[in-house]
């Protein structure tokens, strides 16, 4: 079993389930899962865990995110992009120096009423599938941060944006909001994920070269042990690189496999962070174990989440 995160450059008309469908085949798997929903006519960054590192899944859907994205000024649709019905159109007859003065104000947080068309339930029931069926439920609005929205191009009626944005936002509805802003509606025409957390398009493969390199690996009679796809594959540990490490000595190694509590002076280096602080703890022969954080009135390091890898 391969146990990392592989970073997809995912295609227009997959879903963030068609991708991993598609990975479970290529890498002869079951154990896979995604970060967070792209939708399908959505492009770029999506982290795809391997292994023990699906148990990172939440942990990455929770990292900041980066789009460029193309708002369509005039046009209202029922899904808040233009795959859905045209509910309404309207004569653009806004300046540009409006268009930036209307994204500068949703820099920082605003509370964002979640589009009918997204997976979010309520009462057990997704909005998509209540919006197909032609229902309509209140949405409370959420809370959520624009940390930058730069205008790229102004092409009016077609407004190209960069937006860098906290967990839960939809651009979809950001677009919409800023249509309604401006008094002539909008939707949004494309969207292109760049980065999710540390993960951006420079570390990204597409579906199509993991293929190839299975392919590769099958004519090289690498067999199972996948050599070129694993060349694709970043370590679990990778993620918390910003975490001090820790290595536990030989005669502990034991309470780490069980997913015990570790002393300062059963790891080698005998360290003492503040209790707010994670580290990584490994095995003696340098394998990553799982993520510690210190309880100063324990006087030792208790598990956060624990990566124990199975090959």
Sequence with gaps: MMNGIIVIDKEPGFT????????????????????????????????VCLGSAT????????????????????????TQDVTGQVLARCPVEVQESQVRSAAASFVGEYRQVPPMYSALKVNGKKLCDLARAGKEVERKARPVQ???????????PVVRMRVVCSKGTYIRTLCADMGERLACGGTMQSLRRTRVGM??????????ELQRWKDEDMLGHAGLDHAKLRQALRPVDSVFADCPALHVKQESCLLLDNGNAIAPQQTAEGEVYAKDIWVRMYRPDRSFAGIYAYEPDRKWYRPVKMFLEKE
């Design 16 to 47: 963030s389930h068609d991708v991993v469908a598609k990975m479970r085949g290529i890498c002869g798997q079951r154990k896979i899962g995604h970060t967070g929903t792209l939708d399908p006519m959505a492009t770029g960054v999506l982290p």
């Design 55 to 78: 148990k990172l899944c939440d942990m990455l859907a929770d990292r900041d995110k980066e789009y460029v994205a193309e708002l369509l000024l005039g046009v209202e649709t029922d």
């Design 146 to 156: 624009i940390y930058e929205l730069e205008i790229l191009e102004c092409s009016l």
């Design 199 to 208: 993960f951006s398009l420079e570390d990204a493969c597409t579906l199509g």
